[in-house]
């Protein structure tokens, strides 16, 4: 912040952060005396008209950003910008754009995205101006991976008579690119693996055959959910997806009655305690089951 105060000299600083496509959203939102002047003529119309205002393409967002960010104005901007890989349109006009708004003296922007060639090559040429997340969290990775199979009594035995165990560890790490998520799933499946009886072959092509995409790696456990959990495992993933909390076991032992059972025994449903336990001990199995650890 010390720093960013310097920069800007008697200027205010606006530090909007978010996505991409929302940038000129969030800019505007701190700086409102500026929408009449990036956008003419939406203002005259939002002012005099009752119809609600055209809505933008991802062209016209990218060229009033230009515009925006091009004005000679008593402000100077510090963008943090996160999933330019997740921008709908064409790379190249993202590049082009930041390229554009970088020249500005009154912009400093830091980006964030999965390590594609085209924002590599655009932005990444100098070691000093970036950061590879895989680099900074590689330390906590290995310890939290080491310390979830270190607990597990089948690995600890696995350790004692296979001396390159300690080689799964090492492997998880390189491939993990610091994505923590990704990291907390694999292990699961490791431990999967373990519980079945896998060597440490076994588990090394376990791990060569996972993606290391992310969403890759989501299609890969949703796709391997037996076909006849497919719908109730789709709707309990949309409902953990609408909501803000998590869900609680009975509510899914409640579930999977309904689905299981027909919605028309829902009104004589009377559990004893003894009962409530049994069944949420079910449930909990057969999240582990079919939702494959992401509920």
Known sequence: MELLREWAGPKKVFKPRYYFWNAVFDILTLCPDLVSQVFPEGWEEALYSRQDPAIWTQEELLQNLKVLLAMDMPHRFCLFIDGLDEYGGDSWDVVQVLRDLIISPDVKICLSSRPWNIFEHA???????????????????????????????????MQKVEPDCQEIVRDIVEKSAGVFLWVSLVVKDILR????????????????RLPSDLNDFFRYILDSVDNIYAEPSACILSLCNHTDNSLPVS?????????????????????????????????????????????
């Not at 100098?126 to 270190?150: C, E, K």
């Not at 689905?259 to 003894?274: F, L, P, Y």
């Open 123 to 157: 932005f990444g040429s100098s070691p000093t101006h970036m950061l590879r997340m895989q680099d900074l969290t590689r330390h906590d990775i290995a310890i939290f991976v080491s310390d979830m199979l270190g607990k597990n009594p089948l690995y600890a035995a």
């Open 193 to 208: 693996g373990l519980v079945e009886s896998d060597t440490l072959g076994d588990l090394r092509n376990r791990l060569c």
């Open 251 to 295: 509510f899914s032992t409640v579930f999977d009655t309904i689905t299981s059972d027909g919605a028309s025994n829902t009104s004589s449903m009377h559990w004893s305690q003894e009962s409530v336990l049994y069944r949420n001990q079910g449930t909990v199995k057969r999240l582990n089951a079919r939702r494959r650890g992401l509920v």
